[in-house]
């Protein structure tokens, strides 16, 4: 069984930085896709990225492209959210979730963290 905990959520001000992590445990396998994904009061929840534990090609949906930036350490087991430029528009619980190949939609993912907060305001 697969455990994902995220990390690195908080408060932020418009323009500032935040980076979020996501560890894995309990079998997930470094050629599984992780993607990470965010859900806002009342609305979808939406694709922000994904990158493959073996290939170092990420693929970003339209929220965060250009502002962040997805990487992953197979050593830790740990995939990142380098997020810049936030907007008020990017407060949202994100989640981390991995799955066997690509995908972007959510309900194609089996493993899912918790989420962790993250709220754009100043």
């Known amino acids: 069984q697969v455990q994902l905990v995220e990390s690195g959520g908080g408060l932020v001000q418009p323009g500032g930085s935040l980076r979020l992590s996501c560890t894995a445990s309990?079998?997930?396998?470094?050629?599984?896709?992780w993607a990470w994904f965010r859900q806002a009061p009342g609305e979808e929840r939406e694709f922000v990225a994904t990158?493959?534990?073996?290939?170092?090609?990420?693929w970003y949906g339209d929220p965060g492209k250009g502002r962040f930036t997805i990487a992953r350490d197979n050593a830790k087991n740990t995939v990142y959210l380098q997020m810049n430029n936030l907007k008020p528009e990017d407060t949202a619980v994100y989640y981390c979730a991995t799955k066997s190949d690509f995908g972007k939609s959510p309900s194609e993912y089996p493993y899912w963290g918790q989420g962790t907060q993250v709220t754009v305001s100043s």
């Open positions: 309990g079998g997930a396998f470094s050629n599984y896709y």
């Open positions: 990158i493959s534990m073996v290939y170092d090609s990420p």
